[in-house]
């Protein structure tokens, strides 16, 4: 099914069909259930624990066993894709076979390198918009950094990114454990960063250089026999085709933090920093009030940084663990599906470059060497 297919797409209710319902899937459906003239119409989740979760958020829905029997109530008008990360290539392939209909699919779009030309030929024949959930281009406080950077900085020059916050959570069968179902943490985690980069920059990486490991996080664990193998920390420096350099710092085991993202872009003019808390459910209320992102503004001449609070939604915040990010983004998929938005803010080409881009940075941490993202032209 194509978009001119879809009968009033302007004002009549728009169905969605679920796959995956798991922590993520159900901050989705919280999500959807925030925006006017919407329904969870089918959801297709194999856990029943993660089905009984499901049901508190969408309990007009029904539930399936198979994308197929999905695919098959004609109410559907778009899919999420919200399943562990190494089914997303399968799955789009599915659906690419039965029905092709407008899709959010999670980061990140694939998990080995093996998959791109699986997602290349699916780009290339998908006759229906797929738009890649790279929610934190939507955190309110980041989104006015990207809004403002170019102003303020006079045209970026250099762009740091830091996350500190918790370890992973425990999901289904402890698949984010392991490399083989995530992609490696810098594909699963921060395929994010490396999007902001690209967009914040409005250039191609060139060249990555990291170093990184695992330090303190599941080391005493162990799944039928076999030990988790996600990395911890690392740092991560990115060389674009403008000439300009990037760097990330990750590391999940500093969840003591006020902050969880600090995104900081310099240019002759001036700086601009973002500032994100992490999720509100985690803030100890010992504590008092969880903090308040902030936009800093820091001019050269004059010198007199300017502290903004950037406040987010309670509602929204009460939605998801990602500052109210989910929700624009949801938005503006929406748009999407009703044919108001031309095309997908975050597309499978961005997903891709996301993806290779924490390849790469894994590659140089394994090998211990810069590598260049000509290694993987044949994938670009």
């Known amino acids: 099914m194509t978009m001119d297919m879809l009968p009033d797409r302007g004002t009549r209710t728009i169905t969605y069909g679920v796959i995956g319902c798991g922590m993520m899937g159900?901050?989705?459906?919280r999500n959807?259930?925030?925006?006017?003239?919407?329904?969870?119409?089918?959801?297709?989740e194999p856990d029943a624990e993660m089905r009984a979760h499901a049901r508190q958020f969408?309990?007009?829905?029904q539930f399936v066993d198979s994308i197929e029997?999905?695919?098959d109530i004609p109410e559907v008008d778009c899919l999420l894709i919200a399943s562990p990360n190494f089914?997303?290539?399968?799955?789009?392939?599915?659906?690419?076979?039965?029905?092709?209909?407008?899709?959010l699919v999670e980061k990140p779009l694939f998990t080995d390198p093996a998959h791109v030309a699986a997602i290349d030929a699916f780009a290339a024949s998908y006759p229906a918009p797929v738009w890649v959930a790279m929610e934190y281009r939507y955190m309110p406080p980041v989104a006015k950094l990207l809004e403002e950077a170019e102003a303020v900085t006079g045209g970026i020059k250099m762009l740091t990114i830091r996350e500190h916050r918790f370890p992973f959570l425990d999901k289904v069968g402890a698949w984010n454990r392991f490399n083989r179902y995530t992609g490696g943490t810098f594909v699963e985690k921060c395929c994010h960063f490396f999007d902001l980069m690209r967009l914040a920059l409005r250039s191609d990486p060139v060249r990555i250089?990291?170093?990184?490991?695992?330090?303190?996080?599941?080391l005493d664990e162990s799944y039928d026999g076999a030990r988790p193998d996600v990395f911890d920390h690392g740092y991560v420096m990115v060389e674009f085709e403008s000439g300009v350099r990037a760097m990330l710092e990750l590391c999940m085991f500093a969840e003591g933090s006020r902050y969880q993202e600090e995104i900081s872009a310099v240019g002759p003019n001036g700086k601009i920093e973002a500032l994100v808390p992490g999720p509100g459910?985690?803030?100890?209320?010992?504590?008092?009030?969880a903090p308040l992102p902030q936009v800093i503004v820091s001019p050269r001449d004059p010198k007199g940084p300017e502290v903004r609070d950037i406040p987010v939604d309670p509602t929204l915040l009460e939605a998801g663990d990602h500052n109210g990010s989910t929700f624009y983004q949801h938005k503006g998929f929406l748009e999407l599906v009703r044919g108001a938005k031309a095309t997908p803010d975050v597309t499978l080409a961005d997903g891709k470059w996301a993806v290779l881009m924490g390849f790469a940075a894994q590659r140089s941490m394994v090998e211990g060497r810069a590598v260049d993202l000509d290694e993987y032209a044949a994938a670009l």
């Open 281 to 289: 459910r985690f803030w100890p209320a010992s504590l008092g009030p």
């Open 87 to 103: 089914r997303h290539v399968e799955q789009l392939q599915q659906i690419a076979a039965k029905r092709p209909l407008p899709v």
């Open 209 to 218: 250089m990291a170093m990184g490991g695992q330090a303190a996080n599941h």
């Open 32 to 44: 959807i259930a925030l925006l006017d003239n919407t329904a969870v119409g089918a959801i297709f």
């Open 69 to 71: 029997a999905l695919l």
């Open 58 to 61: 969408a309990p007009d829905a």
């Open 26 to 29: 159900q901050e989705h459906l």
